[in-house]
């Protein structure tokens, strides 16, 4: 029996799908890339065809008034500093997340990204310095540093098939330090004279934001209006206001959905199942929106936005430039324009990699790259191409024909990341194959996400004890989704012959009312050494594990039924279940079935092409390491 791709997407007790956020982030941010492109063409069609409209337009001023004050901005300044705030508060949630729940849950391996991403930027601004001394345009040093991570990420996808799953966390690690950094650069270098009073009103804000966030008040408009309060005290202070998104973004947690916490909105949900009132509804809203933590909910709301939105809109009202032969010729003998290309082509690559290599050295080993070296410079090919952030900055630094010539110097990088970065992959694709996958892979150890190891002397384990790769598999008898996987974990076994394969029970007793009595049928079992019998058995009859079903089974089988019977009643099988349900808590687990490959949780489809691919790497890397 076979089952379409979507049919391995579900998953029981999870509160939601499958796809871990980073993923969905990563998959937004390449998407978006093409949006970008298409709204950057689209300025340039119009300032081209209508110089003088497409200017008009978004000169054109909007004011919104409260009485006896209001603000007064122009288009292009509501969505530079207003609109894009929210682009800012999408940034500080990803970094935010990282630290929780990411690659930078564990504190050391910050320096490496912090240190990456500080030589990415340091380097390209002293390239830009050198190249424009004494040409009256060395103010302009911050249009040179940032990486836009939507094209960076577009491109790998481009140019990168053959790069491993963590270089493009890598490469979202650097430019999340570069847009904080960056953003601290566009606050204090290339903002108007600071009004004390107005900064510290929205310092202070900021403190009761925070304060309320201590006294744990869960309602967005306080949050909201708060912050648009800030955003308006930091606009009269001089302070450019996207500060207070990324601020925002970075104070609100991060943390994987609980069991207890889905298992109390299910039992809500029950409870409104049976007395569907308007109280036991909003009961049930808050019940699974507190399974949830803010910052994923926040993500899932505006990342969309600011990715197919608001960025477009930013590129269309400031990437609209005349371009003609003459002005072409002129920006490509013009310091500005040469400046940025050579600081991002040359720079952001050397820089990455210099600082990377500096950490590594420093620590004598002991922090190490994700990645192996030839991927980490593909990473700084792919992060020399600078957009959003680099054109914001434009803006504030030049204007007139200066603003031109940085317009064009910033597109021009989109190009040339694109063509160094296939060289790059093209070099390393030539390389022999052992020698290739130690320069794509490196020898960093990698995070582990399964809190228990897998003990054979415990663990219920199927395949080669010593196998290079194992793939654990947290599963509840009466879930419908284990049972679609079961098919595709029979298939990987047989395709691949040096994969173990180990089931952890996690009954989801709130929706699986037979799945703990499955699960203790099967602890039975195994103390007459048939485990994997009745293991088989019960996954193929997911409607029928009654207890008259079990014992049917156990004689099925061949077992000492009488036995069998006594062991059940005992709940001989009750504490290893409990200790897999444990080991699953410890591990974040929340729902069936979840999948780990050598400790890494598998994120995405469990159909056999996704997990196939997930085992290839892992034995690469395990290849790599040994």
């Given at each position: 029996?076979?089952?379409?791709?979507?049919?391995?997407?579900?998953?029981?007790?999870?509160?939601?799908?499958?796809?871990?956020?980073?993923?969905?982030?990563?998959?937004?941010?390449?998407?978006?890339?093409?949006?970008?492109?298409?709204?950057?063409?689209?300025?340039?069609?119009?300032?081209?065809?209508?110089?003088?409209?497409?200017?008009?337009?978004?000169?054109?001023?909007?004011?919104?008034?409260?009485?006896?004050?209001?603000?007064?901005?122009?288009?292009?300044?509501?969505?530079?500093?207003?609109?894009?705030?929210?682009?800012?508060?999408?940034?500080?949630?990803?970094?935010?997340?990282?630290?929780?729940?990411?690659?930078?849950?564990?504190?050391?391996?910050?320096?490496?990204?912090?240190?990456?991403?500080?030589?990415?930027?340091?380097?390209?601004?002293?390239?830009?310095?050198?190249?424009?001394?004494?040409?009256?345009?060395?103010?302009?040093?911050?249009?040179?540093?940032?990486?836009?991570?939507?094209?960076?990420?577009?491109?790998?996808?481009?140019?990168?098939?053959?790069?491993?799953?963590?270089?493009?966390?890598?490469?979202?690690?650097?430019?999340?330090?570069?847009?904080?950094?960056?953003?601290?650069?566009?606050?204090?270098?290339?903002?108007?004279?600071?009004?004390?009073?107005?900064?510290?009103?929205?310092?202070?804000?900021?403190?009761?934001?925070?304060?309320?966030g201590k006294l744990s008040v869960r309602h967005g408009a306080v949050y909201a209006l708060l912050g648009i309060v800030a955003w308006v005290a930091l606009l009269e202070s001089g302070v450019d206001p996207v500060v207070i998104g990324l601020a925002m973004g970075l104070i609100t947690y991060a943390r994987p959905a609980s069991r207890v916490a889905l298992e109390h909105a299910s039992g809500?949900?029950?409870?409104?199942?049976?007395?569907?009132?308007?109280?036991?509804?909003?009961?049930?809203?808050?019940?699974?929106?507190?399974?949830?933590?803010?910052?994923?909910?926040?993500?899932?709301?505006?990342?969309?936005?600011?990715?197919?939105?608001?960025?477009?809109?930013?590129?269309?009202?400031?990437?609209?430039?005349?371009i003609t032969g003459d002005q072409l010729a002129r920006a490509f003998t013009s310091s500005v324009t040469l400046g940025i290309l050579i600081a991002y082509v040359v720079g952001k690559p050397l820089g990455i990699v210099a600082g990377s290599a500096l950490t590594t050295l420093a620590s004598r080993g002991r922090i190490r790259l994700p990645v192996g070296w030839g991927a980490a410079t593909?990473?700084?090919?792919?992060?020399?191409?600078?957009?959003?952030?680099?054109?914001?900055?434009?803006?504030?630094?030049?204007?007139?024909?200066?603003?031109?010539?940085?317009?064009?110097?910033?597109?021009?990088?989109?190009?040339?990341?694109?063509?160094?970065?296939?060289?790059?992959?093209?070099?390393?694709?030539?390389?022999?194959?052992?020698?290739?996958?130690?320069?794509?892979?490196?020898?960093?150890?990698?995070?582990?996400?399964?809190?228990?190891?897998?003990?054979?002397?415990?663990?219920?384990?199927?395949?080669?004890?010593?196998?290079?790769?194992?793939?654990?598999?947290?599963?509840?008898?009466?879930?419908?989704?284990?049972?679609?996987?079961?098919?595709?974990?029979?298939?990987?076994?047989?395709?691949?012959?040096?994969?173990?394969?180990?089931?952890?029970?996690?009954?989801?007793?709130?929706?699986?009312?037979?799945?703990?009595?499955?699960?203790?049928?099967?602890?039975?079992?195994?103390?007459?050494?048939?485990?994997?019998?009745?293991?088989?058995?019960?996954?193929?009859?997911?409607?029928?594990?009654?207890?008259?079903?079990?014992?049917?089974?156990?004689?099925?089988?061949?077992?000492?039924?009488?036995?069998?019977?006594?062991?059940?009643?005992?709940?001989?099988?009750?504490?290893?279940?409990?200790?897999?349900?444990?080991?699953?808590?410890?591990?974040?687990?929340?729902?069936?079935?979840?999948?780990?490959?050598?400790?890494?949780?598998?994120?995405?489809?469990?159909?056999?092409?996704?997990?196939?691919?997930?085992?290839?790497?892992?034995?690469?890397?395990?290849?790599?390491?040994?």
């Open positions: 029996m076979s089952f379409e791709a979507t049919d391995y997407t579900g998953q029981t007790g999870s509160g939601g799908d499958s796809h871990s956020p980073l993923r969905t982030f990563l998959r937004t941010e390449t998407g978006s890339a093409a949006v970008l492109v298409m709204a950057a063409l689209a300025a340039l069609v119009w300032a081209g065809a209508a110089p003088s409209a497409y200017e008009s337009f978004w000169h054109t001023h909007l004011s919104v008034n409260a009485g006896s004050h209001g603000i007064s901005l122009d288009l292009r300044e509501w969505v530079n500093g207003g609109l894009m705030t929210l682009f800012f508060f999408v940034i500080g949630l990803e970094a935010r997340r990282e630290f929780d729940m990411g690659e930078l849950r564990e504190r050391k391996r910050l320096a490496l990204p912090l240190a990456a991403g500080l030589s990415g930027m340091v380097v390209p601004i002293a390239l830009y310095l050198a190249i424009n001394a004494g040409n009256g345009t060395a103010g302009g040093w911050g249009v040179a540093m940032s990486t836009d991570t939507a094209f960076a990420l577009g491109l790998l996808a481009v140019v990168g098939r053959r790069m491993p799953p963590g270089l493009r966390v890598f490469i979202l690690m650097i430019t999340v330090v570069d847009d904080f950094l960056a953003l601290g650069v566009i606050a204090f270098a290339y903002s108007d004279r600071i009004a004390v009073p107005a900064l510290l009103a929205a310092v202070g804000i900021f403190a009761v934001i925070l304060l309320i809500l949900f029950r409870q409104f199942r049976e007395q569907p009132t308007s109280e036991l509804e909003r009961h049930v809203r808050a019940g699974m929106a507190s399974a949830i933590s803010p910052n994923e909910r926040l993500q899932r709301l505006y990342h969309p936005w600011t990715s197919y939105v608001i960025v477009p809109l930013f590129a269309l009202a400031n990437t609209g430039i005349e593909a990473g700084g090919t792919l992060s020399g191409v600078g957009f959003t952030v680099s054109l914001l900055i434009a803006t504030l630094a030049f204007d007139g024909p200066r603003l031109d010539e940085a317009k064009i110097g910033i597109l021009s990088t989109l190009i040339l990341s694109l063509l160094t970065s296939g060289l790059v992959t093209a070099v390393i694709g030539l390389l022999p194959t052992s020698a290739r996958r130690r320069a794509l892979l490196g020898k960093a150890e990698t995070i582990t996400d399964l809190a228990v190891p897998v003990d054979p002397d415990r663990d219920h384990v199927r395949g080669p004890w010593h196998a290079p790769v194992t793939v654990v598999e947290y599963g509840d008898y009466e879930c419908p989704h284990c049972g679609k996987a079961e098919a595709v974990v029979r298939e990987l076994l047989a395709d691949f012959g040096d994969v173990r394969y180990v089931w952890r029970h996690l009954p989801l007793t709130d929706v699986h009312v037979h799945a703990q009595l499955a699960a203790e049928a099967a602890e039975a079992a195994a103390l007459q050494d048939r485990y994997w019998e009745m293991h088989e058995v019960l996954i193929s009859h997911q409607g029928a594990l009654r207890f008259e079903d079990l014992v049917a089974y156990a004689e099925e089988i061949g077992l000492d039924t009488a036995r069998f019977e006594r062991d059940m009643h005992a709940h001989a099988g009750a504490a290893h279940v409990a200790e897999d349900v444990e080991s699953a808590d410890l591990s974040s687990v929340a729902g069936t079935p979840t999948f780990f490959v050598n400790g890494r949780r598998h994120h995405g489809a469990y159909d056999i092409t996704s997990l196939s691919a997930a085992v290839r790497a892992a034995r690469e890397r395990a290849a790599v390491l040994t």
